[in-house]
């Protein structure tokens, strides 16, 4: 190797061990950036559907976040030397009811349980992502849990829910699935495809609806639930984690008082089997000769129904089942057909 080859050689290594730092912006760019950063006037934020960033003055944020979210019924403002000991007790609940159950569980969910004990464990933080395709512009709540101490038991009970996913036939897991299955129906001349859109859905399932979906679901479908099955450690985790949600926003704490727990993980599919029992025991069962095809992802329902003797009452059952009324209307297009009132 030539003392020019070495040398290069030694160059490369050098540049290669260097981080070198990028940038297409131009030196009053990078300033009006960091200024925006540093400013305490003003909130950066993501916005809904993933839009784009946008940008909110601190005090409309706040006025907002209190006046749509958190001073409503849905949530009570607590003291820190009342959250503090109210998380404390819900930690104690969450610990009690595993040393009471832990025996029902298998050795890879033990060891989830004691090594996810000894993380550091915040509260929940609230905050909102702005509806910026809505007029007037909203606030979507978004409640981060990560690494909160009742947010290990709720990662457990979505664990544990995807067991019971093959008992709501109305469930789809995603748009693709959707669209398979669409493939193979043949359509009668008159049938009618519709849509629902619940609005609020994760506020206005009540957690005594919730319990009794899931004590009912184990009840009525006994001999399709696994043997091994820890039901009395489900339900009761299940109550605790859904009935025990504070929250932080800024310097406040505030507890939630109705609805499904907000960010837990276990809301989507918590969501997703409460409604879905009430389907199976009020809608797909008495109007199986009118409902051939009905699928869900969430709070997002598509449908294909025939013969319409029966809609209006199958509007008023649908309402019956949810406290949030409900507009129907029947059409020959696919659009949204059930809108929420609320």
Known sequence: MTVFEKKIKKASRINNLQTHTFTSLTPNQKLTLNELKQSTEIIIMPTDKNLGPAILNRDKYIKQVLTEHLLT?????????????????????????????KHTLSQPELDFFTRSFKDQHPTPIFNGLLKVHKTPVQLRPVVSCVNSFPSI?????DFRMKELLHLIPSYIKNSSNLNKELQNINLPENAK???VDASSMYTNIDTTTGFEAFRQLFSLYTNLIPVDFPKDFFLQTLEIVMSNNILTFGDTFWLQLQGTAMGTPAAPLYSIITYGYYENTHILNTYQDNLIYYKRYIDDIFGIWIDYTSWEEYK???????????????????????????
């Open 153 to 157: 038991f709720s990662t457990w009970l």
């Open 316 to 342: 008023k059952n649908f309402k019956s089942i949810w406290a949030s009324p409900m507009e129907c209307q029947k059409t020959n297009h696919i659009h949204h057909i059930f809108r929420s009132l609320d």
């Open 73 to 101: 019924p849905s949530y009570l403002k607590m003291t820190s030397n009342l959250a503090t000991p109210q998380n404390s007790h819900t930690k104690q609940l969450l610990i009690t009811n595993f040393q009471t159950y």
């Open 193 to 195: 495809l519709f849509t």
